[in-house]
């Protein structure tokens, strides 16, 4: 793999991982477009995951009165998306514009300061000597075995007795950095930063911190970005912990959705139109950030 | 990516002093700095770890050994009378039940599933980005939407699966009363969510076999089905692992799909799709408020989830190394012939 790290450093690992795709093709012969029913195949898994999406615009879209009298569900949007939504903005169950703000304040402090934390950590372990260090991140990758439930009791007693039941920081203070998020940036750092730049920079008299702040940290930006998207979805989506410390006056967005179902005639045309509101931020963000997503996925599988 | 030279050695540790200039201690502040910082850069970590991750699980410990009420707080030490009042319970027994059964009915064509689309990705596909994409669209749909959604679908009385099912003349299935039926629908959600994400962990696994394999195979007469078998599986079997083991650990803590998969959240009128985490969340916080036994029922998840994982683990080695311990070492070979023939080229 002589060439491709040159490519790496002149145009980026894109497109040095595109050269070596090229490469690989030529020697294997593998130019052949595949055959159409492949592309069917794989058609019917992406509608698969589009239609219950579809489906809840659907519902969300339909007149509750129409839609409980039709015996078989309708295919097309109907005009009542608009009256939906304004139905869940002024629920009477939460707040919906505070359950958005909570979603949001949860999903970009917790997001900002994984990033920010696990980098410094993942700097630490991937560039720094010190005593320990093969040990402490041996027992940082066996920490992402042991499932969340195991420790909810404890944690709420002791949100209980901090009083942070009910508020956010019950939430993002267990969640600000994470044994994935430092796995992610070692392995990201150990190949993406040269030690070259660090001695020079120490040569020029940076402290360590500042070698961080403006050797690492610039140069984790693609790892970091993908930490963050993958932290925001995981967040936005969260639903156990908070179902546990928060309550309906105080609720995240999936725990305001849950509220509109638990009314005693389950209205399908609101709980679908809330549905698809809270999915729509992260439709969006994935229709903008998908790609790195994706290649975040592929990134983090060949070496996890 | 800018470097700059700092014009003065600075510190994040102490004010470095400016006047007069002392050589020696800023000396030997930077080689604090040295020592300490890595320590200090990873400390967030592990304090935080050790606050809300270790601690609790020792404390889970100590609370399922004793009396403790939602309310309340703190009574007796009772020994292990919580975990014998958890065995007694049948909504216990049903959950693990379900749990396993879920987990089955999911896990096992999940993995399936995702291995196939891995394989039909791994072409020269025009607009790769575009089925990448599309294949992953589900993981951002949050659990409680799914749940939301499928508990829709799979109505018993008007849902969209049983309206398909009328018009093929099958009659409607009872997806909330029946117990399997129940399980079927709650492995669909999971399946939904995290099917295309696992293929493209597939995906880039396969993406790492070298091409020149499938070209050997290919001369050597095998068909597309065969290389896949004798190729590809091979090939990947880390990452099957892999995904085996965190599906594991993943479909065993299954709660937001069938919290939501009717009003109630209680897991079904008879229990059918209560699950272990759901069974956990009703006895610390909703209906007993009982958080030692919640407490007991945290720590048997815990070695549940171990003893599966483990014996997941155990399963899929011997399968791999059974089928491949040979083939593994040539590929191993293979692959460096192959790096050494790009080298040449």
Excluded: C
């Excluded at chain 1, 998908?290 to 996890?304: D, E, F, N, P, T």
């Excluded at chain 2, 607009?127 to 829709?152: D, E, S």
């Amino acid at each position: 793999m002589n060439s491709i790290p040159a490519i790496e450093q002149i145009a980026g690992r894109g497109a040095a991982r595109a050269a070596a795709r090229r490469t690989n093709r030529r020697v294997g012969g593998y130019d052949r477009r595949p055959h159409w029913v492949s592309y069917v195949l794989l058609g019917i898994v992406v509608l698969i995951g589009i239609l219950p999406i579809y489906y809840t615009l659907v519902i969300g879209s339909s007149d509750p009165v129409a839609i409980a009298q039709k015996a078989l569900p309708q295919v097309f949007p109907d005009a009542s998306l608009f009256d939906n939504f304004k139905r869940v903005i002024d629920a009477d169950a939460f707040s919906f514009w505070k359950a958005v703000w909570n979603s949001v304040v949860i999903a970009v402090v917790v997001s900002a300061s994984t990033v920010l934390f696990s980098t410094l950590a993942g700097f630490a372990f991937a560039k720094l000597r010190f005593p320990g260090r093969r040990g402490l991140l041996v027992f940082v990758i066996a920490t992402m075995a042991i499932p969340t439930q195991l420790g909810v009791v404890p944690l709420y007693i002791i949100m209980t007795k901090l009083g942070w039941i009910g508020h956010l920081q019950a939430i993002i203070v267990p969640a600000l950095v994470g044994a994935f998020g430092v796995f992610w940036m070692t392995q990201y750092l150990e190949e993406a930063l040269p030690y070259e730049l660090i001695e020079a920079a120490r040569v020029d008299g940076a402290s360590m911190f500042r070698t961080f702040w403006s050797i690492a940290l610039p140069a984790a930006r693609p790892a970091a970005a993908m930490l963050a998207l993958f932290t925001f979805v995981a967040q936005w989506v969260n639903f156990f912990w908070p179902s546990i410390v928060l309550n309906s006056q105080n609720p995240t967005l999936p725990l305001a959705i849950r509220l509109l179902q638990q009314n005693y005639f389950v209205d399908y045309s609101l709980i679908m139109a809330g549905v698809f509101l809270m999915t729509l931020p992260l439709l969006v963000l994935f229709a903008f950030a998908g790609r790195q997503l994706v290649a975040g996925i592929m990134a983090g599988a060949v070496k996890g | 990516m800018s470097v700059q030279s700092p014009v003065e050695p600075e510190s994040d540790l102490a004010p470095a002093p400016r006047q007069p200039r002392r050589v020696g201690f800023s000396q030997t502040l930077s080689r604090w700095d040295v020592k300490v910082s890595p320590y200090l850069y990873i400390s967030p970590f592990f304090i935080l770890f050790f606050i809300t991750g270790l601690f609790p699980i020792l404390y889970t410990g100590y609370v399922s050994v004793h009396k403790w009420q939602l309310l309340q707080g703190q009574g007796d030490f009772v020994g292990f009378d919580n975990y014998t009042q958890v065995f007694q319970q049948k909504d216990f027994w049903l959950s693990l039940r379900n749990t396993l059964s879920i987990f089955v009915i999911s896990a096992v064509p999940q993995v399936i599933a995702a291995i196939l689309i891995a394989a039909f990705l791994d072409q020269n596909l025009r607009a790769k980005t575009f089925w990448r994409m599309g294949v992953l669209l589900p993981y951002v749909v949050a659990p409680v939407a799914v749940g939301l959604i499928f508990g829709r679908l799979f109505a018993d009385q008007s849902g969209l699966i049983n309206s398909w099912l009328g018009v093929f003349g099958i009659d409607p299935v009872g997806w909330h009363v029946d117990p399997l039926a129940s399980h079927i629908a709650i492995a669909t959600m999971v399946n939904f969510r995290w099917t295309g994400y696992n293929a493209l962990i597939f995906l880039a696994a396969m993406q790492a076999v070298p091409r020149e394999l499938y070209e050997a195979a290919i001369i050597d007469g095998a068909g597309r089905v065969r290389s896949f078998f004798s190729v590809t599986i091979p090939q990947i079997r880390a990452t099957v692992v892999f995904v085996v083991i965190t599906s594991t650990i993943g479909g065993l803590q299954i709660f937001d799909e069938p919290r939501v998969f009717d009003s109630a959240g209680a897991g079904g009128a008879s229990r059918q799709w209560l699950t272990t985490t759901l069974y956990l969340y009703n006895t610390g916080w909703s209906g007993q408020y009982n958080l030692g036994r919640a407490a007991a029922v945290a720590w048997l998840l815990f070695l549940l989830i171990l003893a599966i994982g483990l014996v997941n683990f155990a399963l899929t080695q011997r399968i791999a190394s059974g089928s491949s311990s040979g083939p593994g070492k040539k590929a191993k070979k293979q692959s460096r012939r192959y790096d050494a023939n790009r080298k040449s080229a």
